[in-house]
């Protein structure tokens, strides 16, 4: 047990933060380039496909991802997330149809589907319980600020030496992940050696049943980050921005600056009050992309989306923990993110089908978005009341 007056801050914490960045910009560094690579191939109508699939095999892989942080191991999990990014960045340049790209997005999505289960998992066996909100807000700092400055190394590469060497340079940064992962200490204390059985997953080891909360409250509010990776590189150029990462960009840095307190803040007044918090600020924040036709608009947006999304998700992950038992915090983390997947294939897929190419459609998207998200506002006040009522 963690003695409560330990430092978060540590060596393997430290190393945990700076994979986990450099993992983010790996393959957040395509995002903003793919829509219009996509268009080249001759797929522009299949746009919203583009983060659907991605987050398909990434929801796919949870259970999978989950049993094997609980039982493999922590660093081992890891590192095949950022191996199939390694490995997939050599891929794209030889891909050269439509069907074989979306293939290619699907065996990508794995990535994802791994080591941010046992990243999550690493981090609540290193950081004491009360640190927990603090400990998660400081990495998923990190983690967006690799999701800050990939898509902006992205557009430059490139704008500036082609399509390929930005693919190239993805893997380059995930090399680099994997290099910190694998000279990091296993946490599981009772790890297994790895056999086939692993990878038979029984309907129990699906779902951790606990954090079904956490999970719908994660569906709704991520379907909003569907929505904006489908429509905002569209939107950017629509608006005469040149650098599609700039949004991006934007964003995160406002995010980051807010997760230096506000995961302090969960903990000490507690998840329910600041998740509730950034609901509310991330349905301003989509509303106003949707009544705003002007780059000033759109950088408030990401400004105003930034802020909200820092203060919830230290809150909502740190909940899932709490909700949890300590032996099932891989299959407890792998729920939430198979929820957020699910958020966020299905907003880009149902963006990306409204949408169809036609810009004019866009603003609609992201106010109807805002009442989704509002919706799990109103499931935490239900969630609570009922909680209360069965005490």
Same mark, same amino acid.
């Given at each position: 047990?963690? #003695?409560?007056?330990?430092? &978060?801050?540590?060596?393997?914490?430290? *190393?945990?933060?700076?994979?986990? *960045?450099?993992?983010?910009?790996?393959?957040?560094?395509? +995002?903003?380039?793919?829509?219009?690579?996509?268009?080249?191939?001759?797929?522009?109508?299949?746009?919203?496909?583009?983060?659907?699939?991605?987050?398909?095999?990434?929801? @796919?892989?949870?259970?999978?991802?989950?049993?094997? /942080?609980?039982?493999?191991?922590?660093?081992?999990?890891?590192?095949?997330?950022?191996?199939?990014?390694?490995?997939?960045?050599? *891929?794209?340049?030889?891909?050269?149809?439509?069907?074989?790209?979306?293939?290619?997005?699907?065996?990508?999505?794995?990535?994802? %589907?791994?080591?941010?289960?046992?990243?999550?998992?690493?981090?609540?066996?290193?950081?004491?319980?009360?640190?927990?909100? !603090?400990?998660?807000?400081?990495?998923?700092?990190?983690?967006?600020?690799?999701?800050?400055?990939?898509?902006?190394?992205?557009?430059?590469?490139? #704008?500036?030496?082609?399509?390929?060497?930005?693919?190239?340079?993805?893997?380059?940064?995930?090399?680099?992940?994997?290099?910190i992962v694998m000279n990091m200490k296993e946490t599981l =204390?009772?790890?297994?050696?790895?056999?086939?059985?692993?990878?038979?997953?029984?309907?129990?080891?699906?779902? !951790?049943?606990?954090?079904?909360?956490?999970? &719908?409250?994660?569906?709704?509010?991520?379907?909003?980050? %569907?929505?904006?990776? /489908?429509?905002?590189?569209?939107?950017?150029?629509?608006?005469?921005?040149?650098?599609?990462?700039?949004?991006?960009?934007?964003?995160?840095?406002?995010?980051?600056?807010?997760?230096?307190?506000?995961?302090?803040?969960?903990?000490?007044?507690?998840? +329910?009050?600041?998740?509730?918090?950034? *609901?509310?600020?991330?349905?301003?924040?989509?509303?106003?992309?949707?009544?705003?036709?002007?780059?000033?608009?759109?950088?408030?947006?990401?400004?105003?989306? $930034? @802020?909200?999304?820092?203060?919830?998700?230290?809150?909502?992950? =740190?909940?899932?923990?709490?909700?949890?038992?300590?032996?099932?915090?891989?299959?407890?983390?792998? /729920?939430?993110?198979?929820?957020?997947?699910?958020?966020?294939?299905?907003? =880009?897929?149902? =963006?990306?089908?409204?949408?169809?190419?036609?810009?004019?459609? &866009?603003?609609?998207?992201?106010?109807?978005?805002?009442?989704?998200?509002?919706?799990?506002?109103?499931?935490?006040?239900?969630?609570?009341?009922? /909680?209360?009522? $069965?005490?």
């Amino acid at each position: 047990m963690q #003695q409560e007056n330990t430092s &978060i801050y540590t060596l393997p914490f430290a *190393l945990l933060c700076l994979s986990s *960045l450099l993992f983010s910009a790996s393959f957040n560094m395509m +995002i903003p380039e793919l829509p219009a690579y996509l268009t080249k191939l001759g797929g522009a109508e299949h746009k919203g496909l583009i983060i659907a699939l991605f987050t398909l095999t990434a929801g @796919i892989s949870r259970p999978f991802s989950g049993k094997l /942080t609980d039982r493999w191991g922590r660093v081992p999990v890891m590192a095949v997330g950022s191996i199939v990014c390694f490995v997939c960045g050599f *891929l794209y340049p030889v891909i050269s149809s439509v069907a074989g790209f979306f293939l290619l997005r699907l065996i990508h999505g794995f990535s994802t %589907g791994f080591k941010p289960t046992a990243t999550s998992a690493y981090v609540a066996d290193i950081i004491p319980q009360n640190r927990w909100g !603090e400990a998660l807000g400081m990495h998923g700092l990190c983690f967006s600020i690799g999701g800050a400055v990939g898509p902006a190394i992205g557009s430059f590469i490139a #704008q500036s030496y082609g399509i390929n060497p930005m693919f190239y340079a993805s893997s380059v940064f995930a090399l680099l992940s994997i290099v910190i992962v694998m000279n990091m200490k296993e946490t599981l =204390a009772t790890k297994e050696r790895f056999n086939r059985s692993m990878l038979r997953i029984k309907k129990d080891e699906i779902i !951790e049943l606990r954090v079904i909360p956490a999970g &719908i409250v994660t569906l709704l509010s991520y379907s909003a980050y %569907g929505v904006i990776l /489908t429509l905002i590189p569209d939107w950017s150029e629509h608006l005469g921005i040149g650098n599609k990462g700039l949004f991006f960009t934007a964003y995160t840095l406002s995010s980051i600056g807010i997760r230096f307190v506000s995961g302090k803040v969960a903990d000490r007044y507690g998840r +329910i009050k600041v998740m509730l918090v950034g *609901l509310v600020i991330i349905s301003i924040a989509v509303l106003f992309l949707g009544l705003g036709n002007s780059v000033e608009g759109l950088m408030a947006g990401a400004i105003i989306y $930034g @802020i909200g999304t820092g203060i919830l998700s230290p809150a909502v992950n =740190a909940w899932t923990i709490d909700l949890s038992l300590p032996q099932h915090r891989g299959k407890a983390m792998a /729920t939430m993110y198979i929820a957020l997947e699910v958020g966020i294939g299905g907003g =880009a897929l149902l =963006a990306g089908y409204i949408f169809r190419n036609d810009v004019s459609r &866009i603003p609609s998207i992201f106010i109807a978005n805002s009442a989704i998200i509002l919706l799990a506002f109103f499931y935490i006040l239900y969630w609570q009341a009922k /909680t209360k009522k $069965g005490n």
